[in-house]
């Protein structure tokens, strides 16, 4: 409470205005009474509200009769006070001196007419439509000078020039309703952080902030290292405070883990039942989208959430330009824009992730290299990568309109053309740059090398389907089908080395997003399921990477539900189903690799990338996932045994005897019948249906 008294029930303890129609011999005695209608307030008294507060049945937030109120503010309303007219009025006699009264009784205080405070400066239109609410004395604007009884014109709530009402969305540049402050106290008692739990201890606290920024936060940068320290965190929120160690304890922490997901999750539900808005509820359900555990399907319904969150906060309008002097002022303006910016990244590639629609429309989305360059002088570090995620997302939104709409058109390669375009303008710009730190450098190659082996499949994918739809493939024998295969391999062995040169060399497969497991697993798949057409020393590569990434994802795994432990079950798998003589003469090849790393490595250099949002475009080798994880939803497309025959026919003629005799092999695994569960291992299945959704023609609208 404000500390105001509440107007009783019954309207005692209001002033009335019997004052403003007494006799003289009534003024000086009730003076101090009826003066609160226009200036101060009796102690103890009740507060006079607005004609417009009281009209909508509003509380009204101001200290006096002189303050135009936060709502009138909010809402641009006229701000008018008048005294009440309710309560008994008192009869005639006592109100007015007998008639036969003498002047000399009369007291000498002369009368005092009511005093209004100053009527705010309104546009002539709109102050021409105002008028006294139903229900109400009409104000001295709105009266007839004729006392004829004309008067405006009234407009119900839900017309701008009437009163307003909580079903009048305000204008964008409006103050944000309050978010209910009490609540968070008693958020804060009931549900305690994982220091207050007794779950981590102080020097766990500071050792696991520092590794968020020096980490995470150099991935996606949703906090700010100068405004979030850990007192600030867990002063201003206890949910942003326990998402930061809960992700955090995930990778350095993994005996924790459990007990601080159980309680970021507790405080997030207690947030949305306590009806909880800030900037922090936002980011906090963003950090725990990013890095969340492997099997849980609840992100998309929390980033929505968080997105009507933000909607309500306008933290989608930008502030006004030039940002303040004061440097924290300043961070704490770029702080809310940024956390807009994480939302439309999350539900870019959340939307591809799940084949549902978009929350945030185009019109809501600015220049981010623009809002970038704005303020040099206070650097976040990680920020520099949110434009370049932005603009892929888009390229991969286009490129999935594009591969659904291939019919055979020579205009299908035109169009390639265009977004090949875009691409290279995009790696021209935001590819190793000299600013970039080496986790965001990595991102941006697998997301490059990504799309390289997207634009790869698309010409592959053309050719087989309408070029060359009687030609099989041999790889000695030059053609647009082959060198469209030769390309889609070396591009899909090209992420492979990527994901092997900047995430297992470095380190980062911890704190790595699913997206990189899901484009490494994509052309994992592929790579296996056309080995049998390959080159002797292509398969021997592909075995080889495979391998070695196996064992890297392996090492890696801190549990067995973490996605470095589902990557190495998976390649495993593949692997597995591989022919003994192919295994075996690949690690007999090997020992000759110190040969073959330098071309390797330039593969890498020519398909550098980033396992982003595109990972979960309709694509041919997504058709390759889905037709045997989703069998129960079998899409319309050849049985793979006859869908791969032509580029399982290569003669074998043209091939040197030990090739001869390993295609034999390959044309025995080929003959086996296909299983359910071939790509996946079957104790595996749930998570791969979740990272691998059923797509259709109304997906990703």
Not at 360 to 382: F, K, R, V
Not at 393 to 402: F, G, P, Q
Not at 536 to 552: K, M, Y
Request: glycine share 4%; net charge negative.
């Amino acid at each position: 409470m404000d500390g105001r008294a509440s107007p009783s029930p019954q309207g005692a303890a209001e002033p009335t205005d019997a004052g403003a129609v007494a006799g003289p011999s009534s003024v000086a005695a009730g003076q101090a009474q009826t003066e609160g209608a226009a200036g101060p307030v009796k102690p103890g008294g009740a507060k006079i509200s607005c004609l417009a507060c009281r009209a909508a049945k509003r509380k009204c937030h101001t200290p006096d009769v002189h303050t135009t109120c936060r709502r009138c503010v909010t809402h641009e309303l006229v701000c008018e006070y008048q005294k009440h007219r309710r309560g008994r009025r008192k009869k005639e006699t006592s109100a007015s001196a007998p008639a036969d009264a003498s002047p000399s009784s009369l007291p000498t205080v002369p009368l005092q007419p009511p005093v209004y405070p100053p009527l705010p400066q309104l546009p002539a239109k709109q102050a021409s439509t105002y008028g006294s609410a139903p229900g109400t004395a009409q104000s001295h604007a709105s009266q007839s000078p004729t006392g004829t009884g004309a008067s405006t014109i009234q407009f119900s709530h839900v017309v701008r020039e009437g009163d307003s009402s909580p079903f009048i969305a305000g204008p964008s540049t409006a103050q944000p309703p309050p978010s209910g402050s009490g609540s968070f106290g008693l958020l804060r008692s009931n549900y305690p952080d994982p220091l207050q739990a007794g779950v981590l201890n102080e020097l766990d606290v500071f050792e696991l902030f520092n590794y968020y920024f020096e980490n995470l936060n150099l991935v996606v940068a949703i906090l700010d290292p100068r405004l979030h320290t850990p007192n600030y965190c867990q002063q201003k929120s206890a949910l942003l405070f326990s998402a930061v160690l809960c992700v955090t304890a995930k990778i350095l922490r993994p005996d924790a883990y459990s007990a601080c997901l159980a309680i970021a999750n507790k405080l997030v539900g207690q947030a949305v039942e306590y009806g909880l808005c800030s900037v922090e509820v936002v980011q906090a359900i963003n950090l725990l989208t990013h890095w969340k555990k492997a099997d849980d399907a609840t992100s998309w319904r929390k980033v929505g959430y968080a997105i009507r969150m933000a909607q309500e906060l306008r933290l989608n309008v930008r502030a006004s330009r030039p940002l303040p002097a004061e440097e924290m002022q300043a961070r704490g303006i770029l702080n809310r824009e940024r956390a807009w910016l994480n939302l439309i990244i999350a539900d870019y590639h959340l939307a591809i992730h799940h084949s549902l629609p978009r929350m945030i429309s185009e019109e809501d989305i600015d220049d981010p290299a623009e809002w970038l360059a704005e303020h040099p002088h206070l650097p976040t570090p990680g920020e520099s990568s949110l434009p370049p995620w932005i603009i892929f997302s888009r390229m991969c939104r286009l490129y999935a309109d594009l591969l659904a709409a291939m019919n055979g058109d020579p205009s299908n390669l035109r169009s390639l053309k265009w977004i090949e375009h875009d691409w290279h303008r995009w790696r021209a710009k935001w590819l190793d740059r000299p600013d970039f730190l080496p986790p965001q450098v990595s991102t941006i190659r697998l997301c490059d090398a990504l799309f390289a082996f997207h634009l790869a499949e698309y010409r592959l994918l053309y050719n087989y389907r309408y070029r060359a739809k009687d030609q099989v493939v041999n790889v000695d024998v030059p053609s647009d089908l082959t060198i469209a295969f030769c390309g889609c391999v070396d591009a899909a062995v090209g992420l492979a080395n990527v994901f092997q040169d900047h995430f297992v060399r470095p380190g980062y497969l911890p704190f790595c997003f699913n997206l990189a497991y899901v484009a490494l697993a994509i052309c994992s798949i592929w790579l296996v399921k056309n080995i049998a057409t390959m080159s002797q020393s292509d398969r021997e590569r592909v075995v080889r990477t495979l391998s070695d990434i196996q064992v890297a994802v392996e090492a890696a795994s801190r549990s067995s539900d973490d996605m470095p432990a589902y990557m190495h079950r998976l390649l495993t798998h593949l692997l597995s189903t591989l022919s003994p003589a192919t295994q075996l003469s690949s690690l007999a090849a090997s020992q000759n690799a110190s040969t073959l790393t330098q071309p390797v490595s330039q593969d890498a250099q020519d398909y550098p990338s980033s396992g982003s949002n595109s990972s979960w475009s309709l694509s041919s080798a997504q058709q390759i996932i889905q037709d045997n994880l989703h069998h129960h939803h079998p899409h319309p497309a050849l049985p793979p045994q006859q869908e791969q025959q032509p580029f399982a026919s290569t003669s074998t003629a043209t091939l040197p005897q030990q090739e001869q005799a390993d295609a034999s092999v390959f044309a025995g695994l080929d003959a086996l019948p296909m299983h359910e569960d071939m790509l996946f291992p079957a104790a595996d299945d749930d998570i791969w249906r979740l990272l691998f959704p059923v797509t259709g023609d109304t997906a990703m609208q």
